[in-house]
């Protein structure tokens, strides 16, 4: 069974930094790009980052600039989203997504996402 | 990038069809056949109903259909049922490596 866990959200003050991670399992992770995607509260879907299956490719949401960094470890079945410089309209739930066709076009696995509150 | 526009709700009695439109551009949905479509309860994870405009992933009934005319996507779900309750979202991939996003449907089973 393909599992997709996300950890490391939590309440941080505008400036900070926060590390999420997600671990999975019950599929090849090293062969599938995977993705975050975020949800403010009571808001729309929004992609944020994308990464190949060995790292070689990776796509940030335009509206980041810089600010956050994708990573994973094949090794270890773990991706990764470290943000920087965080601000209140970064509050959202943040969830790790499996992409089908490796085409940055459809997630069919997602975790349970993490909350990331932004605030003073 | 902008996000695709969808209305904000929908209904129909059990056992009708709704369908959903997804509008966005000649840069997105009109330009590629990448428009995926999520079904989400409050609470929950999206769970991918349509990928590649009309593809079901396994599992999914065949009362979910996906098509695409121009720069507009639609889902219809057929036989509706409580279960299908829901927010819906299209997605299309956006060229230049990035993906969008519309601003998502809620249905409501009447």
């Known amino acids: 069974e393909v599992q997709l866990v996300e950890s490391g959200g939590g309440l941080v003050k505008p400036g900070g930094s926060l590390r999420l991670s997600c671990a999975a399992s019950?599929?090849?992770?090293?062969?599938?790009?995977m993705n975050w995607v975020r949800q403010a509260p009571g808001k729309g879907l929004e992609w944020v980052s994308s990464?190949?299956?060995?790292?070689?490719?990776?796509y940030y949401a335009d509206s980041l600039k810089g600010r956050f960094t994708i990573s994973r470890d094949n090794a270890k079945n773990s991706l990764f989203l470290q943000m920087n410089s965080l601000r209140a309209e970064d509050t959202a739930v943040y969830y790790c997504?499996?992409?089908?066709?490796?085409?940055?076009?459809?997630?069919?696995?997602w975790g349970q996402g993490t909350l990331v509150t932004v605030s003073s | 990038q902008s996000a695709l526009t969808q209305p904000p709700s929908a209904s129909g009695s059990p056992g009708q069809s709704v369908t959903i439109s997804c509008t966005g551009t000649?840069?997105?949905?009109?330009?590629?056949?990448?428009v995926s479509w999520y079904k989400q309860h409050p609470g929950k994870a999206p769970k991918l109903m349509i990928y590649?405009?009309?593809k079901r992933p396994s599992g999914v009934p065949d009362r979910f259909s996906g098509s695409k005319s121009g720069n507009t996507a639609s889902l219809t779900v057929s036989g509706l049922q409580a279960e299908d309750e829901a927010d819906y979202y299209c997605?299309?991939?956006?060229?230049?490596?990035?993906?969008?996003f519309g601003g998502g449907t809620k249905v409501t089973v009447l």
């Open positions: 997504a499996r992409d089908r066709g490796n085409s940055l076009a459809e997630f069919d696995y």
């Open positions: 000649s840069s997105d949905v009109g330009g590629y056949n990448y």
């Open positions: 997605s299309s991939y956006a060229g230049s490596n990035n993906l969008v």
């Open positions: 990464i190949s299956s060995s790292s070689s490719y990776i």
């Open positions: 019950g599929f090849t992770f090293s062969s599938y790009t």
């Open positions: 590649e405009v009309s």
